[in-house]
């Protein structure tokens, strides 16, 4: 069965650096997300991503966090100048579909630490 | 704005019982509402999702239900076994002009225990 990959499965970066963390989505799908969860709390919406645009984003996508998929394949997510409370497990996740029942796949995650 | 309750933190249950989660939500009315399972470092796995004119639906040993008036949803797990110890999340669609992102409850930390 097809299935979401991310890498690395674990980034420690320090305060200030960027980080891109990479995702290679199932290969039918045309709907990107990413998602976030820092320990112990919820899974918080990012942004959406169709047809190489951003479809909608949270307040927490500010001006450092940008999104892209490069070469059809790759979509990946880049922080710009990493800070403290960025630490968290990011996942990527996907859907071939624009209904809500579509079902959308996660990623394994990655866990980014800033130090 | 939206906002999902999953009022239990954690539930410990014995082998071969039955685990019945709550899931709560407030200034919504959504078309749909799924079940993801979540173990420990990995990502949310779907597993079932319940459109609002449905009462009830299965899938092996899952039932989930949904009642739009109470704005309330139940997840059972029957005969309860040690491998379905994880943390499961309720989630709601959100469309609002993007592509359905999902709004997750915290969760509810399921603990099977033989």
């Known amino acids: 069965e097809p299935e979401v990959t991310q890498t690395p499965s674990h980034q420690v970066t320090q305060m200030g650096q960027e980080v891109i963390l990479r995702c290679v989505p199932i290969?039918?799908?045309?709907?990107f997300y990413w998602y976030r969860q820092i320990l112990g709390q919820k899974v918080e919406f990012l942004v959406s991503?169709?047809?190489?645009?951003?479809?909608?984003k949270s307040e927490i996508f500010d001006d450092q966090f940008s999104v892209e998929r490069p070469d059809g394949s790759n979509f990946t997510l880049k922080i710009r100048s990493t800070k403290l409370e960025d630490s968290a497990m990011y996942f990527c996740?996907?859907?071939?579909?624009?209904?809500?029942?579509?079902?959308?796949?996660f990623g394994p995650g990655t866990r980014l630490t800033v130090l | 704005s939206q906002k999902i309750e999953q009022n239990s933190e954690a539930l410990n249950i014995q082998e071969g019982k039955t685990a019945t989660l709550t899931c709560n939500y407030t200034n919504y009315s959504p078309a749909y509402l799924q079940w993801y399972r979540q173990d420990p470092g990995r990502g949310p796995v779907f597993l079932l999702l319940?459109?609002?004119?449905?009462k009830e639906k299965r899938k092996e040993r899952l039932k989930v239900t949904f009642d739009t008036t109470l704005k309330q949803s139940l997840f059972h797990i029957t005969a309860s076994q040690p491998a379905d110890s994880a943390t499961y999340l309720c989630a709601l669609d959100s469309f609002s002009g993007g592509y359905n992102k999902l709004i997750f409850g915290a969760g509810t930390r399921l603990a099977v225990h033989p």
């Open positions: 290969s039918n799908h045309l709907y």
């Open positions: 319940i459109r609002e004119n449905e």
């Open positions: 991503f169709y047809n190489n645009e951003i479809s909608e």
């Open positions: 996740a996907g859907k071939n579909g624009q209904r809500s029942t579509d079902t959308q796949y």
